[in-house]
């Protein structure tokens, strides 16, 4: 029978023990978004034109622009 070393029976215990795990930091949901802020969430072209799409929580905001230009990361309300 093989021996067991007291760290070993140390970590065992506190395994057992059933010690709360530390609460991991959260995401934030896109409702907990800055409240001025919308995030691109996807875009479309048609023809000469490019719509931009933004999730602004509980609404999508569109934003129509030529279709050469690149749409914005984020867009203020």
């Known amino acids: 029978m ?3 070393t007291l760290p070993a029976l140390m970590v065992l215990a506190s395994l057992s023990a059933g010690a ?3 609460e991991m930091s ?3 949901a896109p409702q907990q978004m800055a ?8 875009q ?4 000469a034109r490019k719509y931009c799409y933004y999730n602004c929580g509980e609404t ?5 622009i030529a279709a050469g230009r690149n749409c914005a990361f ?3 309300r």
Do not use: D, N, W, Y
Not at 44 to 47: E, F, N, V, Y
């Open 35 to 42: 409240q001025g802020t919308c995030s691109l969430s996807g």
């Open 44 to 47: 479309q072209r048609a023809g």
């Open 26 to 28: 959260k995401i934030p």
């Open 74 to 76: 984020s867009i203020r």
């Open 60 to 64: 999508v905001r569109t934003v129509v």
């Open 2 to 4: 093989e021996s067991i």
């Open 20 to 22: 709360p795990e530390p």
